[in-house]
């Protein structure tokens, strides 16, 4: 019997070769504007290509 | 780097630098947290014999089979390997894609917690003029380089008491979409006292994001969001509220509470928004110094922890059981569309890629520096005066702040607010201590939720 349920892929790793280019939504011009909610926020690039 | 911890029955672990989340068995999580990397082919005798008194040598042999497989593809114990990544390599600064419009240095609300100054911005009131406005606009395209999408935030103190212009800037930039080939997304923040059908209907064909604010429970609410004659505004703004809520369909919108030393036990006001009907909903801490009766300091956090522990519960629950569901940012990851890694370490963008333009046309870094006059960058008429400021801005990241070196959260938060750190602490690179602990748990929590709620 496993004991380890892993969630998600390395998605950090994934995203280093292909990331940055800056298109997405800024952190504060969401909903927080007294914090960083960086880890909230969806990839512009992921979000396209879904459509 | 691995963050491991238990949460109401749950035992997780992070590994922070592949961004995998393991939620594991009592077992798996007791070995995790004997080991150190390196991991060796074959499990230590002294880890056998620290874990005897719980478990036989052939479990813990079992389950390091497993963890060794993880380690070796890279899910577990994975090294940092993005330092380089997000150094500074010319000097040159990012461009300028996102702007938070000052179009009313008033309202119609006198907030307690108000960093506005309840709208003043601790100078004089006043509306943001067309010329101003526009002459933003202009500022943004010029600056924005090869940057497509460009946001715009009306905020203020209250923007419904500049409508007008609101409706001007958005037409104006409309207008130059198509030469320039840029995508303008708008955002609203409001109070929620001036809407009506007029404006809402405006506000829904051309607004991207609506923030509307609501502290919660109505004692909550009405003890800090005051009107100018000194009542509560709950029942002034609700039925608004909800109807803007509702005729966006419950999306692309948030209700925005703020909770502060008043409202220790905020879980019961997130609740009691969702038990409202507002579907997206966002409760953030109140900032403020020690000295005032509304912050929130370190005595508070160990009644905030259990709070959020209490209310990831029964958001999973609802989730779970499809139950009233509801979203709250603080608990919205998405493991596997999150951000890139880049945008994680690089932070909020303040000053660089964000700035926030004054009803006078002054450019600050952000929303939460306007006013500080040591932070001004530079004005709508002369464009960026102050380099320095965005340089020294665009040189701050996770790596600059040693608060964060051994941080699990620092890709969820992207290194915290430079604002409450500079204005706190008295520099950008040591993050306000209360925010980072409020940070972590909330980081917990969403990595709760994502193993508790079932698929």
């Known amino acids: ?51 | 780097m691995v963050h491991s911890f238990e949460m109401n029955g749950k035992y997780i672990v992070l590994d922070v630098y592949s961004g995998c989340v393991h939620d594991v068995d009592k077992l798996a999580f007791d070995v995790m947290n004997a080991l150190t990397p390196p991991l060796a082919e074959e499990l230590s005798d002294d880890i056998l014999q620290k874990l005897s008194a719980e478990y036989s040598a052939d479990e813990i042999r079992e389950v390091y089979t497993e963890i060794l497989a993880l380690s070796r593809a890279g899910q577990l114990f994975s090294e940092d390997t993005y330092k380089e990544m997000i150094l500074p390599s010319d000097g040159e600064l990012p461009p300028v894609k996102a702007m938070c419009l000052h179009v009313a240095h008033d309202c119609n609300l006198r907030c307690k917690y108000c960093f506005a100054d309840d709208g003043a911005y601790q100078g004089s009131r006043a509306l943001m003029s067309e010329e101003i406005a526009l002459g933003a606009v202009d500022f943004l395209v010029a600056n924005s380089a090869n940057r497509r999408n460009l946001e715009i935030d009306f905020f203020g103190g209250e923007p419904l008491m500049n409508f007008g212009v609101v409706k001007k800037t958005v037409e104006y930039a409309r207008a130059l979409e198509k030469k320039f080939d840029k995508n303008f997304r708008f955002t609203i923040t409001t109070n929620g006292v001036l809407l009506n059908d007029e404006n809402m209907k405006y506000i829904n064909e051309n607004m991207h994001n609506v923030v509307l604010s609501l502290d919660g429970r109505k004692d909550v609410n009405d003890r800090v969001r005051k009107t100018a004659g000194g009542g509560g505004s709950y029942d002034l703004v609700l039925k608004k509220l909800l109807t803007m809520a509702e005729s966006r369909n419950q999306d692309n919108y948030y209700v925005r509470g703020t909770y502060t030393a008043y409202n220790l036990d905020f879980a019961a006001d997130v609740l009691h928004l969702a038990d409202l009907g507002f579907v997206q909903t966002s409760v953030e801490p109140a900032v403020a110094a020690d000295d005032k009766e509304y912050a929130l300091r370190e005595e508070h956090l160990p009644r905030l922890f259990d709070e959020y522990e209490r209310l990831a519960a029964e958001y999973a629950r609802r989730m779970r059981e499809k139950d009233d569901e509801f979203r709250f940012f603080h608990f919205m990851i998405d493991l596997e569309q999150g951000p890139c890694v880049i945008k994680r370490l690089s932070g909020c963008g303040a000053g660089c890629e964000y700035v926030a333009v004054t009803p006078e046309g002054d450019i600050y870094p952000c929303h939460q520096f306007v006013g500080m006059i040591e932070y001004k960058i530079g004005d709508i008429e002369n464009g960026i005066q102050n380099e320095e400021i965005r340089t020294k801005l665009n040189g701050c990241n996770v790596y600059t702040k040693d608060v964060c070196s051994d941080c699990f959260a620092k890709f969820y938060c992207g290194g915290g607010c430079v604002a409450n750190a500079g204005i706190y602490n008295g520099d950008v690179n040591v993050p306000h201590k209360v925010s980072c602990e409020l940070q972590k748990k909330r980081v917990e929590c969403a990595l709760y939720v994502e193993c508790a709620r079932g698929s």
Request: with cysteine; net charge positive.
């Open chain 1, 1 to 51: 019997m496993g004991h380890i349920k892993t969630l998600n892929s390395a998605v950090l790793k994934e995203s280093a070769s292909e990331g940055g280019c800056g298109e997405c939504q800024t952190s504060c011009q969401s909903a927080c504007k007294t914090s960083c909610t960086v880890g909230n926020q969806g990839c512009e690039r992921v979000q396209k290509e879904s459509k």
